[in-house]
């Protein structure tokens, strides 16, 4: 079978997706090897038996839901090309709008930042990227989270970022940051999108959460002076309406930002 018509037959397979061709192109060029661009100029290449066994193998579990970032290992987030398993929420392009607005706020001078959270990586990767002259720790409470995430930060070769377990702040005492981001569960048990699309296949304890959906205050109370420095603060990532409820809740100025496109908001408090 050539790449056009293995490509062909994989887009009306995965008729359900939102992104047939994307996806069945992905696919493709990872058994492959090939570029997108190498794979359209030479449709007419045939595959190897090997890579026509791996492609079903792939489209079948496709077909089931399996995000596409979960088939083949990686996903791209600010730039950065990442490791990716089940056991941390895949990185997704709202949540750059987080980054955005922590690159923002961040003193011009080298300082300290606190990734609590950090599943992959993504966020303390793409900030530490970013300013090369400040300090970055990311914490997560799931050891294979920290092991990706070490991995990720192996990889892209950078070295200004710390990667440790931590369960929130409980092994981070005696330390101080100039701001805390984090990506936290902020997801009602009862939400019915836990049941739809790549959610299903995520950890549950990155998605949903605890103290009645509320862990946001760990992070807030954070603030008091003893792990983050008051003059700048914190940035996270939360569900819109739940932003908006926290921050009528909070007794300290906050400011939240959304994109329509995107069902995330970004608040700095």
Known sequence: ???QAWLQQAIARLAESDSPR???????????GRARTWILAFGETTLSADEAARLEALLVRRQRGEPIAHLVG???FWSLPLFVSPATLIPRPDTECLVEQALARLPTAPCR???LGTGTGAIALALASERPDCEVTAVDVMPDAVALALRN??????ANVTISQSDWFSALAGQRFATIVSNPPYIDAADPHLAE???RFEPLTALVAGDQGWPIW???????????SPAVGCCWSMAGLRARRFARCSAKRAIWTSRPVATMATMSV
């Not at 994307?22 to 492959?32: K, S, Y």
């Not at 930060?153 to 950078?158: D, F, P, R, W």
């Not at 760990?218 to 983050?228: E, K, L, T």
């Open 1 to 3: 079978m050539t790449f």
């Open 22 to 32: 994307r996806d069945a192109e992905i696919l493709l060029g990872h058994v492959t």
């Open 74 to 76: 990686q996903r791209e």
């Open 113 to 115: 930042i606190l990734d």
């Open 153 to 158: 930060a192996e990889h892209l070769g950078i």
């Open 197 to 199: 699309g790549d959610v």
């Open 218 to 228: 760990r992070i807030s109370s954070a603030r008091d002076g003893s792990i983050c």
